[in-house]
Protein backbone atom coordinates (compact mmCIF):
# COMPACT_ATOMS: atom_id res chain seq x y z
CA UNK A 1 0.00 0.00 0.00
CA UNK A 2 1.46 2.95 -1.40
CA UNK A 3 0.91 6.65 0.42
CA UNK A 4 1.96 9.76 -0.41
CA UNK A 5 4.26 11.33 2.03
CA UNK A 6 2.61 13.30 4.58
CA UNK A 7 4.45 16.90 5.15
CA UNK A 8 6.30 17.25 8.39
CA UNK A 9 5.54 13.57 9.48
CA UNK A 10 7.53 13.35 12.54
CA UNK A 11 6.41 16.21 13.53
CA UNK A 12 3.02 15.67 13.45
CA UNK A 13 3.58 12.28 15.08
CA UNK A 14 5.08 13.71 18.08
CA UNK A 15 2.14 16.46 18.67
CA UNK A 16 -0.05 13.12 18.85
CA UNK A 17 2.25 11.32 20.96
CA UNK A 18 -0.23 10.73 23.80
CA UNK A 19 -1.23 7.33 22.24
CA UNK A 20 1.58 6.96 20.29
CA UNK A 21 4.81 5.19 21.29
CA UNK A 22 7.61 6.90 19.69
CA UNK A 23 9.79 3.46 20.79
CA UNK A 24 8.46 0.34 21.39
CA UNK A 25 11.19 -1.68 22.09
CA UNK A 26 11.99 0.10 25.57
CA UNK A 27 8.65 -0.73 26.32
CA UNK A 28 9.00 -4.47 25.99
CA UNK A 29 7.36 -6.35 29.21
CA UNK A 30 6.11 -3.04 30.38
CA UNK A 31 2.97 -2.40 27.91
CA UNK A 32 0.56 -3.08 30.80
CA UNK A 33 2.34 0.22 32.28
CA UNK A 34 2.03 2.15 29.33
CA UNK A 35 -2.22 1.27 29.66
CA UNK A 36 -2.18 1.74 33.27
CA UNK A 37 -3.84 -0.72 34.10
CA UNK A 38 -4.28 -5.11 34.03
CA UNK A 39 -6.77 -5.14 31.32
CA UNK A 40 -5.78 -7.73 28.26
CA UNK A 41 -3.90 -6.20 25.08
CA UNK A 42 -4.68 -7.49 21.60
CA UNK A 43 -2.30 -6.10 19.13
CA UNK A 44 -3.10 -5.64 15.19
CA UNK A 45 0.12 -6.02 12.84
CA UNK A 46 -0.16 -3.80 9.99
CA UNK A 47 -3.64 -1.66 11.47
CA UNK A 48 -3.05 0.85 8.35
CA UNK A 49 -4.87 3.85 9.19
CA UNK A 50 -6.93 2.25 12.03
CA UNK A 51 -10.36 2.33 11.13
CA UNK A 52 -10.94 -1.57 12.87
CA UNK A 53 -9.05 -1.03 15.96
CA UNK A 54 -10.43 2.14 17.20
CA UNK A 55 -13.99 0.68 16.63
CA UNK A 56 -12.53 -2.10 18.68
CA UNK A 57 -11.27 -0.12 21.03
CA UNK A 58 -14.76 1.73 21.01
CA UNK A 59 -16.79 -1.41 21.55
CA UNK A 60 -14.84 -2.77 24.34
CA UNK A 61 -13.62 -0.45 26.61
CA UNK A 62 -12.49 -3.60 29.11
CA UNK A 63 -9.62 -4.56 26.76
CA UNK A 64 -6.17 -2.60 25.51
CA UNK A 65 -5.20 -2.37 21.49
CA UNK A 66 -1.83 -1.44 20.22
CA UNK A 67 -1.78 -0.58 16.57
CA UNK A 68 0.88 -1.59 14.88
CA UNK A 69 2.13 -0.05 11.51
CA UNK A 70 5.45 0.12 9.42
CA UNK A 71 4.30 3.07 7.23
CA UNK A 72 4.55 6.54 9.07
CA UNK A 73 2.25 8.46 7.14
CA UNK A 74 -0.31 5.41 7.45
CA UNK A 75 -0.35 5.26 10.92
CA UNK A 76 -0.54 9.38 11.09
CA UNK A 77 -4.13 9.01 9.64
CA UNK A 78 -5.19 6.46 13.09
CA UNK A 79 -3.41 8.98 15.28
CA UNK A 80 -5.68 11.81 14.09
CA UNK A 81 -8.69 9.86 14.62
CA UNK A 82 -8.06 8.95 18.40
CA UNK A 83 -7.07 12.23 18.94
CA UNK A 84 -10.86 13.41 18.28
CA UNK A 85 -12.37 10.40 19.75
CA UNK A 86 -10.42 10.77 23.40
CA UNK A 87 -10.06 6.85 23.54
CA UNK A 88 -7.76 5.80 26.32
CA UNK A 89 -7.59 2.27 25.89
CA UNK A 90 -5.58 2.16 22.53
CA UNK A 91 -1.87 2.94 21.83
CA UNK A 92 -0.10 2.93 18.44
CA UNK A 93 3.34 2.17 17.31
CA UNK A 94 5.22 3.12 14.17
CA UNK A 95 6.90 -0.22 12.83
CA UNK A 96 7.46 -2.91 10.97
CA UNK A 97 7.38 -6.30 12.98
CA UNK A 98 10.41 -8.48 11.69
CA UNK A 99 10.94 -10.47 15.35
CA UNK A 100 7.78 -9.79 17.63
CA UNK A 101 9.65 -10.52 20.87
CA UNK A 102 11.87 -7.53 20.12
CA UNK A 103 8.55 -5.17 21.36
CA UNK A 104 6.42 -7.95 23.33
CA UNK A 105 7.29 -10.02 26.54
CA UNK A 106 6.60 -13.42 27.32
CA UNK A 107 2.66 -13.92 27.81
CA UNK A 108 2.37 -10.18 27.51
CA UNK A 109 -0.27 -10.30 24.87
CA UNK A 110 -3.91 -12.24 24.74
CA UNK A 111 -4.50 -11.54 20.86
CA UNK A 112 -3.12 -10.82 17.54
CA UNK A 113 -5.14 -9.68 15.01
CA UNK A 114 -4.13 -10.17 11.23
CA UNK A 115 -6.11 -8.35 8.63
CA UNK A 116 -5.36 -7.96 4.89
CA UNK A 117 -1.83 -8.83 5.55
CA UNK A 118 0.39 -8.21 2.42
CA UNK A 119 -0.27 -11.82 0.53
CA UNK A 120 3.75 -12.24 -0.37
CA UNK A 121 2.56 -14.54 -3.58
CA UNK A 122 5.74 -15.19 -4.86
CA UNK A 123 6.87 -18.67 -3.09
CA UNK A 124 10.42 -17.41 -2.46
CA UNK A 125 8.90 -14.66 -0.09
CA UNK A 126 6.59 -17.29 1.99
CA UNK A 127 8.37 -16.44 4.91
CA UNK A 128 7.53 -12.67 5.12
CA UNK A 129 3.92 -13.65 5.34
CA UNK A 130 2.42 -12.86 8.84
CA UNK A 131 0.62 -16.29 9.13
CA UNK A 132 4.46 -18.24 8.54
CA UNK A 133 5.19 -20.37 10.75
CA UNK A 134 8.18 -18.51 11.69
CA UNK A 135 6.40 -15.55 12.58
CA UNK A 136 3.60 -17.69 14.53
CA UNK A 137 5.94 -19.13 16.92
CA UNK A 138 7.15 -16.12 17.16
CA UNK A 139 3.19 -14.92 18.59
CA UNK A 140 3.48 -18.07 20.36
CA UNK A 141 5.85 -16.59 22.82
CA UNK A 142 4.32 -13.26 23.45
CA UNK A 143 0.75 -14.66 23.72
CA UNK A 144 -0.85 -15.82 26.76
CA UNK A 145 -1.80 -19.71 26.85
CA UNK A 146 -5.41 -19.53 25.41
CA UNK A 147 -4.86 -16.20 23.51
CA UNK A 148 -6.38 -15.88 20.10
CA UNK A 149 -4.76 -15.18 16.67
CA UNK A 150 -7.37 -13.79 13.97
CA UNK A 151 -7.17 -13.47 10.19
CA UNK A 152 -9.42 -11.92 7.79
CA UNK A 153 -8.19 -11.27 3.95
CA UNK A 154 -9.75 -11.71 0.52
CA UNK A 155 -7.10 -13.68 -0.93
CA UNK A 156 -7.64 -17.19 -0.66
CA UNK A 157 -4.14 -18.42 -1.51
CA UNK A 158 -3.11 -17.15 1.99
CA UNK A 159 -6.02 -17.66 3.91
CA UNK A 160 -5.04 -21.48 2.64
CA UNK A 161 -1.61 -21.07 3.41
CA UNK A 162 -2.30 -19.29 7.01
CA UNK A 163 -4.83 -22.16 7.96
CA UNK A 164 -2.01 -24.91 7.43
CA UNK A 165 0.73 -22.74 9.20
CA UNK A 166 -1.83 -22.51 12.23
CA UNK A 167 -2.77 -26.50 12.35
CA UNK A 168 0.87 -27.06 11.48
CA UNK A 169 2.18 -25.18 14.61
CA UNK A 170 -0.19 -26.81 16.94
CA UNK A 171 -2.60 -23.94 16.97
CA UNK A 172 -6.90 -24.76 17.50
CA UNK A 173 -8.80 -23.77 15.11
CA UNK A 174 -12.18 -22.25 16.86
CA UNK A 175 -13.77 -20.75 13.79
CA UNK A 176 -13.09 -20.42 9.81
CA UNK A 177 -14.92 -19.70 7.27
CA UNK A 178 -14.44 -18.36 3.02
CA UNK A 179 -17.64 -15.94 3.54
CA UNK A 180 -17.49 -13.93 6.59
CA UNK A 181 -20.65 -11.64 5.87
CA UNK A 182 -22.64 -14.64 4.65
CA UNK A 183 -22.07 -16.07 8.24
CA UNK A 184 -23.24 -14.92 12.34
CA UNK A 185 -19.72 -14.68 13.20
CA UNK A 186 -19.54 -12.11 15.25
CA UNK A 187 -16.44 -10.93 13.87
CA UNK A 188 -18.26 -9.86 11.06
CA UNK A 189 -19.50 -6.55 12.83
CA UNK A 190 -16.52 -4.63 13.10
CA UNK A 191 -14.54 -4.53 9.59
CA UNK A 192 -11.40 -3.43 7.97
CA UNK A 193 -10.21 -0.08 6.14
CA UNK A 194 -9.58 -3.23 3.27
CA UNK A 195 -12.11 -5.35 4.24
CA UNK A 196 -15.10 -2.57 3.36
CA UNK A 197 -13.18 -2.05 0.24
CA UNK A 198 -13.23 -5.69 -0.94
CA UNK A 199 -17.21 -5.81 -0.11
CA UNK A 200 -17.98 -3.04 -2.06
CA UNK A 201 -16.23 -4.85 -5.11
CA UNK A 202 -18.34 -8.14 -4.35
CA UNK A 203 -15.39 -10.45 -3.12
CA UNK A 204 -16.25 -12.53 0.28
CA UNK A 205 -13.80 -12.05 3.00
CA UNK A 206 -12.27 -15.24 4.35
CA UNK A 207 -12.24 -15.66 8.41
CA UNK A 208 -10.18 -17.34 10.84
CA UNK A 209 -9.54 -17.75 14.52
CA UNK A 210 -7.28 -19.50 16.22
CA UNK A 211 -5.98 -20.07 19.77
CA UNK A 212 -2.69 -21.01 21.32
C1 LIG B 1 -3.10 -4.14 3.05
S1 LIG B 1 -2.85 -3.10 4.41
C2 LIG B 1 -4.20 -3.54 5.51
C3 LIG B 1 -4.52 -2.46 6.51
C4 LIG B 1 -5.62 -2.81 7.52
N1 LIG B 1 -5.23 -3.92 8.36
C5 LIG B 1 -6.92 -3.10 6.84
O1 LIG B 1 -7.33 -4.27 6.84
O2 LIG B 1 -7.56 -2.18 6.31
C6 LIG B 1 -1.46 -3.88 5.19
C7 LIG B 1 -0.69 -2.94 6.10
O3 LIG B 1 0.23 -3.69 6.85
C8 LIG B 1 1.43 -2.95 6.99
N2 LIG B 1 2.49 -3.94 7.28
C9 LIG B 1 2.92 -4.91 6.47
N3 LIG B 1 3.85 -5.68 7.08
C10 LIG B 1 3.98 -5.16 8.33
C11 LIG B 1 4.79 -5.52 9.45
N4 LIG B 1 5.62 -6.56 9.41
N5 LIG B 1 4.69 -4.78 10.58
C12 LIG B 1 3.85 -3.71 10.62
N6 LIG B 1 3.08 -3.32 9.58
C13 LIG B 1 3.12 -4.05 8.46
C14 LIG B 1 1.56 -2.21 5.69
O4 LIG B 1 2.37 -1.05 5.83
C15 LIG B 1 0.10 -1.88 5.37
O5 LIG B 1 -0.27 -0.61 5.87
Not at 5 to 27: D, G, H, T, Y
Not at 136 to 159: A, P, R
Not at 193 to 199: T, V
Request: hydrophobic share 35%; aromatic share 10%.
Amino acid sequence: MRQRKVKNEEERLEALSVCFIKNPEAQKGRWQEAFGNSKPIFIEIGCGKGQFLIDKAKHHPEINYIGVEGQGSVILRALEKVQSGELFNILFVNTYIRDIEDVFGPAELSGVYLNFSDPWPKERHAKRRLAHSSYLEGYKKVLKQGSTIEVKTDNDELFQFAVEEFKASGLEILEQTEDLHGSQLEARLITTEYEDKFREQGKPIFFCKSQT
